[in-house]
T-cell receptor
Framework: QLQLQESGPGLVKPLETLSLTCTVS??????????WGWIRQPPGKGLEWIGS?????????NPSLKSRVTISVDTSKSQFSLKLSSVTAADTAVYYC??????FGSGSYPDYWGLGTLVTVSS | AIWMTQSPSSFSASTGDRVTITCRAS??????LAWYQQKPGRAPNLLIY???TLQSGVPSRFSGSGSGTDFTLTISCLQSEDFATYYC?????????FGGGTKVEIK
């Protein structure tokens, strides 16, 4: 049974960097059939895709966040990570990590999601 | 980016009703569309991919149709556990984008 678990601080100060890690268990992060990505949801609002990474390290980012986002993968630990710099209150959201089904170079859709973690940006 | 527009944004229905939610893409996306169900405090759950393919374990009362720019999600006989918010998502091109959601409430 595939499981994804987000971890990281629940409170980040404005202008600092938000850092989250997703640990994958019950499946291989190195599979050629999947990307691994992040999606967020501000309280009471809809879903926003942040970006995703292939096990080889190739990434796709949302242009609206691209200048502030870095997603990386550590296959030896079955983990991938999100860094979002210069955060503001607008970045307060539940952050989900998710497996995305899709082969390299193709579009992908999230098929397994973590439980999500609320990150609040406040001083 | 491809914009996804869902309608209605919310509506009320009764158990046993047949309900339809519409999703429109700002440009053609072939059949690269997925549907999700989200309940309060929970992560979204994949219902349908490739516009009409039911994800394993999803009840057959859910169905999807459409291609190009216009898509629908239909619940043939609404059950109590189906009251939730539904999202469409295109994966034709990056960035991946979601519709704004449709909340199905109890009448």
């Amino acid at each position: 049974q595939l499981q994804l678990q987000e971890s990281g601080p629940g409170l980040v100060k404005p202008l600092e960097t938000l850092s989250l890690t997703c640990t994958v268990s019950g499946g291989s992060i190195s599979s050629s059939s999947y990307y691994w990505g992040w999606i967020r949801q501000p309280p009471g609002k809809g879903l926003e895709w942040i970006g995703s990474i292939y096990y080889s390290g190739s990434t796709y980012y949302n242009p609206s966040l691209k200048s502030r986002v870095t997603i990386s993968v550590d296959t030896s630990k079955s983990q991938f990570s999100l860094k979002l710099s210069s955060v503001t209150a607008a970045d307060t959201a539940v952050y989900y990590c998710a497996r995305h089904y899709g082969y390299f170079g193709s579009g992908s859709y999230p098929d397994y999601w973590g439980l999500g973690t609320l990150v609040t940006v406040s001083s | 980016a491809i914009w996804m527009t869902q309608s209605p944004s919310s509506f009320s229905a009764s158990t046993g009703d047949r309900v339809t939610i519409t999703c429109r893409a700002s440009q053609g996306i072939s059949s690269y569309l997925a549907w999700y169900q989200q309940k309060p405090g929970r992560a979204p759950n994949l219902l349908i991919y490739a516009a009409s393919t039911l994800q394993s374990g999803v009840p057959s009362r859910f169905s999807g149709s459409g291609s190009g720019t216009d898509f629908t999600l239909t619940i043939s006989c609404l059950q109590s556990e189906d009251f939730a918010t539904y999202y469409c998502q295109q994966y034709y091109s990056y960035p991946l984008t979601f519709g704004g959601g449709t909340k199905v409430e109890i009448k």
